[in-house]
């Protein structure tokens, strides 16, 4: 089969991570993936993460009634750098398949090289885990207590317009939102007293779409503080969630909540070590406007950390906590057209080697999924000098 490949199309994301269907074990991306910035070293690894859960999920389209499962869990393996020249191959290798459960391994790969590696579990759209399905009221009752998760963020309560917050969007459809807090942690006392691994983080997140009839991207004026603390006003277009459409076809939510889970993740531990943003201030040195990261965070929290230390991701790993194609018990969520609370901790650091944990809740509050991630960090020569790494 001949693709035509074009020039991935922006900001259509439903589009520009497309995939054709070559047969029931192959399939190839029907655009190149892009490059988070245009001097990165490989395509944004939320746009290798979200395209090969796209494949799970294709690959458990019915024939007879042409629907799809629902994503449970995903697990990958970032293998090497993806080229954003060419389109993503995968191989999909189905190892389990019943009337509720499947299971697939994926391979992603370009001209013989491997990038990304992935097992995911699906299930059918309506079911619950085993258990839940008990016919025992009190048994019922039982596990409905045992029904936890960490509370939300304090954050999503006090900000409940973040469009009012710092806003940037970038990385083709990404868009993040964040409060003072995330840039000065001096306004947080409260986190003094904290280990390190118990700081949470916490941004907004979402992606922007086509813009919906009579709307489009907005000028706005915002005013960012420097490494110093002096503010400085920074004209950019914004297009607000609202006036972003919705995607055509619901699977995409889940692919694009795969998608902004790897934008702002281990790029931000200046932040959680309360580091200065311009690593010459924590030397000791005179202040360079020339490497301070507040400037990168006008723009884009995937890139925070390229003056601290060198960062990539090892492994990424997603559960799903949505029993519905189209959720209607509360948890249900417009990856387009609303502001995902995103809050997560680095759990651990040891041996240039980062792990941290996230939950992402929808408008409800309520925790539709949670992430790990293990990254490889190393930190340049003189930072860090601050920080206790004993509490770590």
């Known amino acids: 089969m001949e693709l035509t490949i074009e020039e991935n199309p922006i900001p259509d994301f439903e589009e520009a991570l497309r995939v054709v269907k070559i047969d029931d074990t192959h399939y190839v991306g029907a655009h190149p993936l892009r490059l988070p910035v245009s001097v990165g070293r490989g395509v944004y690894g939320g746009h290798m993460i979200a395209q090969s859960l796209l494949v799970g999920i294709e690959s458990t389209r019915s024939d007879d009634t042409n629907e799809v499962m629902i994503p449970d869990s995903y697990h990958s393996f970032f293998i090497n750098a993806g ?21 697939r391994y994926i391979l992603a790969y370009q001209r013989g090289k491997n990038r990304i590696s992935c097992l ?6 309506g079911t619950k885990t085993l258990h839940s399905q008990s016919p ?3 048994l019922q009752q039982q596990l409905t207590l045992l029904d936890e998760s960490i509370p939300p963020p304090p954050l999503q309560s006090k900000y409940p ?5 710092h806003q940037v969007q970038h990385t083709d459809f990404v868009r993040n939102a964040f409060g003072d807090e995330f840039l000065n942690h001096k306004i947080c006392p409260e986190e003094n007293s904290l280990p390190f691994s118990n700081r949470w983080v916490t941004v907004f997140t ?16 915002d005013s960012y503080p420097d490494a110093l603390g002096e503010v400085h ?19 995409y939510n889940y692919v694009g909540l795969a998608d902004i889970s790897d934008s702002a993740f281990i790029t931000t531990i200046a932040r959680v070590l309360h580091l200065p943003w311009s690593p010459a201030l924590e030397r000791g040195e005179t202040y360079d406007a020339q490497t301070d ?29 949505n ?5 209607r018990d509360g948890s249900a969520f417009d990856i387009c057209k609303d502001w995902l609370a995103f809050t997560y901790q680095m759990k651990r650091l040891s041996n240039n080697r980062l792990v941290a944990r996230g939950f992402i809740y929808n408008e409800n509050q309520r925790c539709i999924a949670t992430v790990v991630q293990e990254g490889l960090t190393i930190l340049f020569k003189g930072v860090g000098s601050t920080a206790n790494k004993a509490h770590l």
């Open 161 to 165: 317009n973040p469009d009012q917050l």
């Open 206 to 221: 979402g992606l922007k779409n086509i813009p919906e009839p009579g709307t489009g991207y907005e000028k706005i004026v």
């Open 120 to 125: 995911v579990t699906l299930r059918k759209q």
């Open 136 to 138: 025992s009221q009190q």
């Open 323 to 327: 029993d519905e194609y189209e959720p």
């Open 233 to 251: 006003d920074v004209e950019k277009l914004v297009l607000r969630p609202k006036d972003s459409q919705s995607v055509k076809n619901p699977i």
């Open 293 to 321: 990261a507040t400037y990168i965070a006008r723009a884009t929290l995937n890139g925070l950390h390229i003056f601290h230390y060198n960062a990539m991701s090892l492994d990424h790993h997603i559960y799903f906590h």
């Open 83 to 103: 080229n954003w020249k060419t389109p993503m191959e995968y191989k999909v290798t189905k190892l389990y398949d019943d009337e509720f459960i499947s299971k």
